[in-house]
């Protein structure tokens, strides 16, 4: 028989779907729009009428498919229930349990998003090979998951891969998301590259390549004048490197994986931005030459449904 297994990415605005070979191998993917109407009542509805249609189009017969996965945007506790999914409209509900329902009995396990991303690159992306790799996710904000001994690690709470949230600096004044003060997310995602940009400029009043685009500047623009040499956008792509490093560092001293993969929009920067931070995290982590790599996320936004399908095997 010829096993398969469905990915499911459950995002604030489409679902992503895909169906898989037990080995990993992509056969079809597709999507379907995310109605958070009336508390998001009718997503699960949506996503098993799609994948029952889409399994008989394809011709796939449902003894063969081993379960389906999903990533869920929200904490995500061992039983599959979820006590909120801001931006689904979920409230103490279990995605797990009512998808196996409407799926006629068909397996279904289920993580939070970002760790069952990580999951996704370890079994086919940037952290194949490795049976232990934190994956961060630099986008608008910074996100992470755990995988130890190719398991999530989601923690008692829920609380594992909160990378984004990790505090690494005390002088900060601004408020994070979160309610805290001085996190990760406030000065390495896409949103505090492009502020920390902002602060130079008006503190430094120097010549740089950055002034043209104002306040309106973003990471992209930043990475993209530091590459060429500007040298205010070296100085911020260094104290981004800074708190990135010492982040890592510490779990790296915690957890110590065999390697971090980065991921996320930022990440497009590639090998200039692996640079920027493995100077600071090998100043931090001195204790031994034998500790975590860093390595690029290779998947992009597939992740998720690569994960999400590789839960399903589990």
């Known amino acids: 028989m010829n096993r398969k297994c469905i990915g499911i990415d459950i995002g604030g605005t489409t679902v992503k779907i895909g169906v898989f070979t037990a080995e990993g191998e992509l056969l079809h993917k597709w999507e379907v729009p995310t109605r958070k109407e009336e508390g998001g009542k009718n997503i699960l509805p949506d996503v098993a009428q799609s994948i029952k249609e889409k399994l008989k189009a394809f011709g796939i017969p449902a003894e063969e498919v081993l379960g389906a996965g999903m990533g869920v945007p929200g904490p995500v506790m061992p039983d599959g229930s979820v006590e909120v999914c801001v931006n689904l409209g979920w409230k103490n ?3 797990q349990e009512e998808l196996s329902r409407l799926l006629g009995g068909m397996p279904v396990f289920s993580g939070n998003d970002a760790n069952v991303a990580a999951l996704g690159e370890m079994w086919q ?3 194949k090979g490795y049976r232990d790799i934190v994956m961060v996710t630099l986008g608008t904000g910074v996100g992470g998951g755990v995988i130890i001994d190719e398991k999530i690690l989601a923690g008692r709470h829920g609380l594992a891969g909160e990378i984004g949230h990790i505090h690494v600096r005390s002088e900060e004044k601004e408020y994070c998301n979160c ?3 001085g996190c990760l997310e406030q000065v390495a995602s896409a949103t505090g590259i492009a502020r920390e940009a902002r602060r130079a400029m008006e503190a430094k009043k120097v010549p740089t390549a950055m002034e043209k685009f104002g306040s309106r500047i973003s990471a992209k623009n930043v990475l993209d004048c530091a590459k060429e ?3 205010l956008a070296l100085e911020v792509m260094d104290t981004v490197g800074h708190y990135l490093g010492l982040a890592l560092s ?3 001293l915690t957890v110590d994986p065999e390697v971090f993969v980065i ?3 930022v990440s497009r920067a590639g090998q200039f931005l692996i640079d920027v931070i493995q ?3 090998d100043d931090f982590v001195t204790i ?3 500790k975590p790599g860093l390595t690029l996320a290779t998947l992009g936004n597939d992740a998720g449904i690569y994960g999400a399908a590789r839960l399903a095997l589990s």
């Open 288 to 290: 031994s030459a034998n």
């Open 279 to 281: 100077k600071h995290y």
């Open 125 to 127: 992306g940037g952290g």
């Open 93 to 95: 509900k279990n995605p």
């Open 263 to 265: 991921g996320g929009g």
């Open 179 to 181: 309610g805290g003060r």
């Open 229 to 231: 040499g500007d040298q």
């Open 250 to 252: 510490q779990i790296a």
